[in-house]
């Protein structure tokens, strides 16, 4: 299982940025697939899932209205649409999956909101 993020950046307070999740090495369109993010001494939280199909997605609180989970399983990539975005949204992004019990994560990328 491979996952691998890119698209982060720096970008000013109300910018947007696109993350993308290409996945390889399983059958991706079998599962749900997910972002995470971890700010600085912070524990990682979940900010968006979406089911294998890519009709249900839910949100953490902190992103709704502002973040869209979306995938293309015909590329095998899921995206994270950021607009609006705020210094707190600073973090690593991960993409995750998991399935026979086990988590997968991609090595992260970092999103930095500044001015």
């Known amino acids: 299982v491979q996952l691998v993020e890119s698209g982060g950046g720096l970008v000013q307070p109300g910018g947007s940025l696109r993350l993308s999740c290409a996945a390889s090495?399983?059958?991706?369109?079998?599962?749900?697939m997910s972002w995470y993010r971890q700010a600085p001494g912070k524990e990682r939280e979940l900010v968006a899932t979406?089911?294998?199909?890519?009709?249900?997605?839910n949100y953490a609180d902190s992103v709704k209205g502002r973040f869209t989970i979306s995938r293309d399983n015909g590329e095998n990539t899921v995206y994270l649409q950021m607009n609006s975005l705020k210094p707190e949204d600073t973090a690593v992004y991960y993409c995750?999956?998991?399935?026979?019990?086990?988590?997968?994560w991609g090595q992260g990328t970092q999103v930095t909101v500044s001015s």
């Open positions: 995750s999956t998991g399935f026979y019990g086990k988590p997968y």
């Open positions: 090495g399983f059958t991706f369109n079998t599962y749900a």
């Open positions: 979406i089911n294998r199909v890519g009709r249900s997605t």
